[in-house]
């Protein structure tokens, strides 16, 4: 599988085929789609917007190979092979994703263990993260913490929502306005609301404990990189759900 990094980006297409050509217990055959023309794996750009589609596309991937009645896929990059394995388990694609430095060590002797148990160990976390950063995700994440999102409104706003969510159809009257306040507001609310952001993220996605450690340092870049694309999408889906909290409504969910 020619990655895009690999291939299209460093023009590394010979290489690879060299070695694998080179290894007599190898029986190297092109896919259709190969060199310049092979496709996305559907990796981590394409999960962050719309994970079916991403896997789908290593479904139509991995179905090139079945075509051709290969029983391997060699793969270079991490990325890749990540996702392809996982397509391969989630689309019942009955072709091995293997890593192309551990195949040609394993063809010299070499005794390597399985990766697939820790990697689909470690796709659950990349999985549930990913699905954080959605703007579903996101907005399901907002809704365990209103009480810390209103207080961390700069101006005083937060107070004055709450008074106004006493008063019938007042928030309502203001919705029309949400849409221009939250990519004003939030970004200067996130440090404020950053500890139980990382809180709430902890309950929800499983991790090792080196990843939390580097969470604190790690999840306000994230927000930073996103929030400026996502925040549109995001308001829709809390603006309602905000209202029914102030007005009592709907009970702040923290699970």
Request: glycine share 6%; aromatic share 6%.
């Amino acid at each position: 599988h020619d990655s895009c990094h690999m291939g299209r980006v460093s023009g590394l297409y010979d290489p690879p085929r060299d070695l694998i050509r080179a290894n007599p217990h190898a029986e190297f055959v092109e896919m259709a789609s190969n060199r310049a023309d092979s496709p996305c794996c559907g990796s981590v750009l394409t999960l962050i917007k719309d994970p079916p589609v991403a896997a789908e596309l290593g479904r139509h991937r991995l179905q090139e190979a079945v075509d051709i009645e290969a029983e391997k896929v060699l793969a270079l990059c991490p990325c890749c092979e990540f996702q392809l394995r996982v397509a391969a388990d989630k689309k019942s694609v009955p072709v091995e994703v293997v890593d192309l430095a551990r195949f040609t060590a394993e063809s010299l002797g070499f005794v390597l263990p399985d990766p697939n148990p820790e990697v689909k160990r470690q796709w659950a976390t990349f999985e549930a993260m990913i699905g954080l950063m959605t703007p579903r995700g996101f907005a399901d994440l907002m809704g365990t913490m209103w009480k810390e999102l209103i207080d961390a409104m700069p101006f005083g706003m937060g107070g004055m929502m709450r008074l106004m969510g006493k008063i019938p159809f007042a928030l309502n009257m203001m919705k029309p306005l949400f849409p221009f306040l939250f990519p004003k507001l939030l970004p200067g609310m996130m440090p404020k609301l950053m500890p139980v952001m990382l809180e709430r993220v902890a309950d929800r996605v499983p991790m090792p404990d080196y990843m939390k450690e580097q969470m604190p340092d790690l999840m306000p870049k994230v927000m930073d990189t996103l929030m400026p694309h996502m925040i549109r999408d995001v308001v829709p889906l809390v603006t309602q759900p905000m209202i029914d909290y102030l007005t009592g409504k709907r009970a702040e969910t923290v699970n």
